[in-house]
C-alpha cells in the first residue's frame, strides 16, 4: 500500500487551513475564504485577480458578473466548468471591491503557489493585469501578453501560460470583448496540443 497523499487529499487539507487565514487585513472585512474550486486534474488552470461581493458571498470564484461572462465564452469554445480548475491570486474579497495591494498579493502567495504545486496545470490562463504579473513576476502589461503561449516552470513544473483579458474588462468595452472571444477561440487548440505544459 502506498503511503503518499494523494494531491486531492492534499489540496483539501491546504483548503481547509486557508479558510483560517489571518495572514493580512483583507480577513476582517471577508465573509469568507474563496480558495478556488473546479477539478484539480482537469489540465487548465484560470487564475483572477480577487473575489467580488458575489464570490465572498458564495465561496466560489467567479459566480458574478464577470464569471457569468467568463462561463459563456468558454462554452462558445466547447470549454465546461467542469474542465477548469479556477481560482484567484488573492483568495478574499478587497473592501469596495478595490485592486488588492502588493502586500495582500505576497500574503497569499502561499495558497497559489501550493495549489500550483499539487495541480500542475499543463495550461495556466492567467485573467488581466494582476493575476499575469504576480504569475510573471514582472510589470509587463496585459495587452501585448494577452494571447500568446509562453512557456515556464511554475512552482516547479512545467506549464504554458496564456494571458488572457480580464472579463471586467471585456464587460467594460466590446473592443475588449471581441480581443476576449478570439484568445479564448484559440484555447482548444493548445489544449489539445501535446506540446502544451
Ligand atoms: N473577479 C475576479 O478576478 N475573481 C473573481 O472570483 C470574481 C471576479
Redesign the pocket.
Known amino acids: 500500500m502506498s503511503l503518499q497523499v494523494p494531491p486531492k487529499t492534499r489540496l483539501e487539507a491546504i483548503r481547509l487551513s486557508a479558510l483560517e487565514c489571518t495572514q493580512c487585513s483583507l480577513a476582517d472585512g471577508r465573509n469568507q475564504v474563496?480558495f478556488g474550486g473546479g477539478d484539480p486534474s482537469a489540465g487548465l488552470m484560470l487564475i483572477?485577480?480577487?473575489?467580488?461581493a458575489a464570490?465572498d458571498l458564495q465561496g466560489e470564484?467567479?459566480v458574478?458578473r464577470?464569471?457569468e461572462l467568463l462561463w459563456q465564452l468558454l462554452a462558445d469554445v466547447g470549454i465546461a466548468r467542469e474542465m477548469i480548475y479556477i481560482t484567484?491570486i488573492v483568495k478574499c474579497r478587497p473592501p469596495e471591491n478595490r485592486d488588492p495591494k502588493r502586500v495582500e498579493i505576497a500574503a497569499c502567495a502561499t495558497w497559489l503557489d501550493r495549489q500550483l504545486q499539487l495541480i500542475q496545470p499543463r495550461v495556466v490562463c492567467t485573467?488581466g493585469n494582476f493575476a499575469t504579473r504576480r504569475i510573471r513576476g514582472d510589470q509587463t502589461g496585459i495587452m501585448s501578453l494577452r494571447g500568446r503561449q509562453e512557456k515556464m516552470m511554475l512552482s516547479g513544473y512545467p506549464t504554458t501560460l496564456y494571458p488572457l483579458l480580464?472579463p471586467?474588462a471585456a464587460l467594460r468595452s466590446t473592443r475588449n470583448l471581441k480581443f476576449m472571444r478570439e484568445d479564448i477561440a484559440r484555447l482548444p487548440q493548445i489544449l489539445s496540443d501535446p506540446h502544451s505544459g
Open positions: 474563496v483572477g485577480e480577487a473575489p467580488g464570490e470564484p467567479f458574478g464577470s464569471g484567484n485573467l480580464h471586467a
